[in-house]
């Protein structure tokens, strides 16, 4: 989703596949892009500088959240790596603290992870507040019917993320996090949901809009959203 750089076409052809389908679950994942507290821009302070404030991050997710939470019957927030930037680019790191101008919140994130021994992403984001939510960490096995669905940025054995290995060790999977939709037998990476020309992308891309829909029977169908459409009128 990457919600403070969603594409809002991408967006609205999304929300209006999930009311005319009407899957028993929504599984979303990298909500939070964590634009505004990424390690990866470290030192990079004239960079930062036209980055989001963190809280204005945070309201943005929130508003994208609720609105998949108002379309769906049961949404799941799937852990992934964008989640940790919070571990990553705020808590373990007092030059964030600075950047955000937010050192409270910084530890009353840190205080929810010690007390509570859940991910702080919870808390940011007040996910416990939306009734037809439920998260999932990435220490959780989840399934819908065969499949096996995670976020996909853990690779099997903690190695470097594969699909292609994936699709060899589980026969139904399903993943997000690699942007490029892909179909390999029953494995299937989903597309993405934001912008697709970020500034770090250089060359040629094969990012596109596009949502994996599990059946019944495990079954996998990849839907793209082409030119802001993912069904002809």
Known sequence: IHAIHVDPLTLAATLDMIQKLK???????????????NHHEKGRDADLAFFPQLEDEVEITKK????????????????????????????????????????????????????EHRHPIIKLLGLDDFPNLRYVSDREKFYVGDVYTTHGHIGING???????????????????????????NTTMCGVTGIRNPRYVK???????AN??????????MLSIINDEWQRA
Request: proline share 5%; aromatic share 10%; with cysteine.
């Open 159 to 185: 190695a470097r993320p594969n699909l292609t290995r994936a699709a060899e060790v589980f026969n139904d999977y399903s993943q997000a996090h690699g942007h490029s939709p892909t179909v390999i037998h």
């Open 203 to 209: 060359g040629a891309s094969s990012w596109l809009g």
């Open 64 to 115: 994208v959240i609720q609105q998949f939470c108002e379309v769906s019957e049961e949404v799941v927030y799937m852990a992934s790596n964008h989640c940790d930037f919070i571990l990553k680019g705020l808590l373990d790191d007092p030059g964030m603290w600075r950047v955000n101008r937010n050192y409270i919140l910084a530890l009353e994130l840190q205080l929810f992870r010690l007390r």
């Open 23 to 37: 899957p028993r679950q929504v599984i979303l994942n990298d909500v939070f892009d964590g634009a505004s507290v």
């Open 212 to 221: 994996n829909v599990i059946q019944p029977d495990s079954s996998q169908q």
